[in-house]
């Protein structure tokens, strides 16, 4: 069956041909020769010789010649009937298959004028899919002409369709951009105005604010600022991949002030303690995305634990106290865009996802029926050794 | 009227011998004797065909049954004649004729008549040659010929019915031996 699918049509042809030669015509000239050579025979008199033979003896001179000669002629007219209906079934075998050769010389060169333009169009299609403009020669007739007009459309249409989808990828491009910027440049912006609101809410109160925490809001609002002016750099350098700077980051440390920079928004535990060589802007980034979409879910409540598993490599675990993610929606949650809440743009944990890819670690997120969300980030043990 | 029994007894007897004889698929000239007389040396063979039921039919039918028959020797003495085997219908007679065309050029010797076909046969069969004493080399061939069909204004080829066409013999004479 398989062989029978991958025969090109023409060899389908003459190969059914055949059959159907084999099958039908050379039992049906069998059987005609047969009736032919039967009817012949039983033509002929079988009684005849004898009386010819009882004329003879009374015969004398012309009239014996005579019937010496219808004799011979009998006899001659009996034993040929077969010899001569066997040179005709031999005369009509070799017509047949003549015929059959020609009829199936003319069906394959018919079959090829078809088969090899339909070919070429397909070859034309296929690079025309890829993007190629290829020029394609009307010249058949008939249904064919008809099928290569409407390639030929089918090229124009699908160029005037390319541009117009060129234009509409660039302003969605430019609209993605915009959108990841806004998303990039409010995550920094949150703690600022979480410390800014702070220290306005004591100053409206009355209270004074020593200068230590002073220092610390303005530190904090510094790091944010720091971000910022990176995050634009990085979108200057759109097509970039983020330039990963390595440096010795301590977790522990690292997760303190990210978890301070929200304020009292969200209550942050953290238990173990562990160093990596890694980019601490990039995680700051990456935690920030984390506490920002636990927040926006709904969790109060954050708790980490560092660690190592059996590779040597260094675990981050954070637990939420949040709503967690529904089963069916946990195959999308990476995808840019794809968002279960309400204000939520879709990019948290796709660009979380990407900045782990950056730093060659590894993260995972489940999330247990009532138990929040627990994302586990890996960072493997080559990181966490002194470049 | 006795030799007429005779006949009818050895035709009875052949016809049965070829019935139960097996069938000769190929033709062949098989030697019988080889003289070197005085003057001459004489080859006697027998021209040997598959023969049927519808031979003899056709024979019967007044369808003559030829062969050409070439024969000649390393001394270039050569013969070549057609032999014809056929029936007169209105008689029931089987005729031989030896149509002699080399050397002495459409001589016809017509042999006895026979009353049998395999009496006919048999003498039809039975080939004689004779070449000069020098010769050392002697090639004996038959070819089988087309028969005119008289009534019917066309001819036949027997050779499908008999199985051969053109057969050969050859033989290497003492002196070339030597």
């Known amino acids: 069956m398989r062989l029978w699918r991958r025969l090109e049509l023409e060899w389908k042809v003459l190969l059914l041909a055949a059959v159907l030669f084999v099958a039908f015509a050379w039992p049906v000239q069998h059987f005609f020769i047969s009736r032919l050579s039967a009817t012949l025979i039983q033509s002929i008199d079988p009684n005849l010789e004898a009386t010819l033979r009882f004329a003879l003896h009374g015969a004398t001179g012309r009239q014996r010649d005579a019937l010496r000669e219808h004799i011979e002629r009998y006899r001659q007219t009996r034993v040929l009937i077969p010899i001569v209906v066997k040179e005709q079934q031999r005369l009509l075998i070799a017509l047949s298959i003549g015929l059959f050769a020609f009829f199936l010389l003319l069906a394959l060169w018919v079959l090829k004028r078809l088969t090899r333009p339909l070919k070429n169009l397909a070859g034309a299609v296929d690079r025309i899919g890829k993007g190629e403009t290829v020029r394609i020669a009307n010249v058949s007739g008939g249904a064919l002409g008809i099928v290569e007009q409407a390639v030929v459309n089918l090229q124009d249409e699908l160029v005037t369709l390319r541009e117009k989808a060129r234009v509409q990828g660039m302003e969605s491009a430019w609209k993605d951009i915009a959108r990841v910027m806004a998303h990039e440049i409010k995550n920094p912006l949150t703690p600022i105005r979480l410390t800014l609101d702070r220290i306005e809410e004591r100053a409206g109160c009355g209270q004074s604010v020593s200068n230590e925490e002073l220092i610390k809001s303005l530190s904090r609002i510094n790091t944010q600022v720091d971000i910022l002016e990176r995050l634009v750099d990085q979108f200057r350098s759109f097509s970039r991949e983020p330039e990963v700077r390595i440096a010795a980051v301590d977790c522990a440390a690292l997760v303190r002030s990210v978890a301070d920079s929200m304020g009292r928004s969200i209550t942050t535990e953290i238990k173990g303690a562990a160093t990596i060589q890694s980019d601490p802007y990039l995680l700051q980034q990456l935690f920030l995305n984390l506490w920002k979409n636990s927040l926006e879910a709904g969790a109060d409540r954050v708790r980490v634990v560092i660690g190592t598993d059996d590779t040597a490599a260094v675990t981050i675990t954070m637990f939420d106290n949040g709503p967690g993610i529904p089963p069916e929606h946990l195959e999308r949650i990476w995808l840019p865009y794809v968002t279960f809440k309400k204000k939520g743009s879709g990019l948290g944990l796709a660009v979380v996802k990407q900045l782990v890819e950056t730093l060659r670690g590894s993260i995972a997120l489940v999330s247990p029926p009532g138990q929040g969300v627990r994302i586990t980030l890996s960072f493997p043990p080559e990181l966490t050794r002194e470049t | ?178």
């Not at chain 2, 024979?59 to 032999?83: N, Q």
């Not at chain 2, 048999?122 to 089988?144: C, G, K, M």
Request: proline residues 2%.
């Open chain 2, 1 to 178: 009227m006795l030799e007429n029994i005779a006949d009818g007894f050895l035709g009875l007897f052949m016809f049965f011998s070829h019935w139960l004889s097996p069938g000769v698929d190929r033709g062949e000239i098989r030697i019988e004797a080889f003289r070197e007389l005085k003057t001459r040396t004489v080859l006697e063979c027998v021209i040997l065909f598959e023969w049927n039921e519808r031979m003899s039919d056709l024979i019967d039918a007044g369808i003559p049954l030829r062969f050409r028959v070439l024969s000649y020797s390393d001394r270039g003495d050569s013969t070549l004649s057609v032999r014809t085997l056929f029936c007169d219908v209105g008689e029931y007679t089987y005729y031989i004729s030896d149509s002699l065309i080399i050397p002495a050029g459409d001589s016809v010797y017509v042999s006895k008549a026979h009353r049998q076909l395999y009496r006919a046969l048999r003498d039809y069969r039975n080939l004689r040659r004779s070449f000069t004493r020098s010769a050392s080399y002697f090639q004996i061939e038959a070819v089988l010929l087309p028969s005119r069909v008289s009534h019917l204004n066309r001819s036949i080829d027997m050779s499908d019915i008999c199985g051969c066409r053109r057969f050969a013999t050859r033989v290497i004479g003492k002196r070339r031996r030597q």
